[in-house]
């Protein structure tokens, strides 16, 4: 079945600089894949995703890049602030066969903006 | 209001006493979906069901059930609860897939199985 790794699952960045947020995938099959953003105590919501037949996706702040060679996706964040402080999910989709519409999801990545 | 509902909340309950956590959405989603999270391991697929009367396994289906008789409702079913159940659960609801994926979570349960 499908195996998503996420890195790093801690990361610590300064107001005002980039995070990246890096997942590989393992079904090539796989063909949509979003970002969940969890503040503390809180329930997941969207923030970005991608289909395979796009390499980049932006929205504001906030871009995803995805290597359907490679087999791997990343979340870009710039001019981070402290409101974007929370755990960050990526997550694939299966496209086919008798998993279609299984979403697994990578194993978050704390994500902590200094003032 | 559009939202996704669970109950209970909060359940503390012993080994092998069967329970039902509900889920209940009101944006007449065909998708839906239940996710355990733990520390460390993420979100895990429990159970999806594209839509009434289809459901199938996520990642850690062992000793979950689950049913889509209405499109709104997918309650989640434990009918022997285990110490290792004892984790956060959430369900979620898309419009479809693949047209509209964007997945609504609800509030979240937090059980405590002893």
């Known amino acids: 079945g499908e195996n998503v790794e996420q890195h790093p699952s801690t990361l610590s960045v300064q107001e005002g600089d980039s995070a990246v947020i890096k997942c590989t995938y393992s079904?090539?099959?796989?063909?949509?894949f979003p970002w969940y953003k969890q503040e503390l105590g809180k329930r997941p919501q969207l923030i970005i995703d991608?289909?395979?037949?796009?390499g980049e996706k932006k929205d504001q702040r906030i871009a995803v890049t995805l290597n359907k060679t490679a087999k791997h996706f990343s979340l870009h964040i710039t001019e981070t602030q402290p409101e974007d402080s929370a755990v960050y999910f990526c997550?694939?989709?299966?496209?086919?066969?008798?998993?279609?519409?299984?979403?697994?999801f990578g194993q978050g990545t704390i994500l902590t903006v200094h003032p | 209001e559009a939202q996704v509902t669970q109950n209970p909340r909060y359940l503390i309950t012993v080994t092998g006493k069967k329970l039902t956590v509900t889920c209940s959405q009101n944006m007449n989603h065909e998708y839906m979906s239940w996710y355990r999270q733990d520390p460390g391991l993420g979100l895990r697929q429990i159970y999806y069901s594209m839509n009434v009367e289809v459901t199938d396994k996520g990642d850690v289906p062992e000793g979950y059930k689950v049913s889509r008789k209405e499109k709104r409702n997918f309650p989640l079913i434990l009918e022997s609860p285990s110490p290792n159940q004892t984790s956060l659960y959430f369900c979620?609801?898309?419009?479809?897939?693949?047209?509209?994926?964007?997945?609504?979570f609800g509030p979240g349960t937090r059980l405590l199985v002893l």
């Open positions: 991608i289909r395979s037949n796009v």
């Open positions: 079904d090539s099959a796989s063909n949509y």
């Open positions: 979620a609801s898309s419009l479809s897939v693949p047209i509209q994926e964007t997945q609504y």
């Open positions: 997550a694939g989709r299966h496209a086919g066969g008798t998993s279609y519409g299984k979403l697994t």
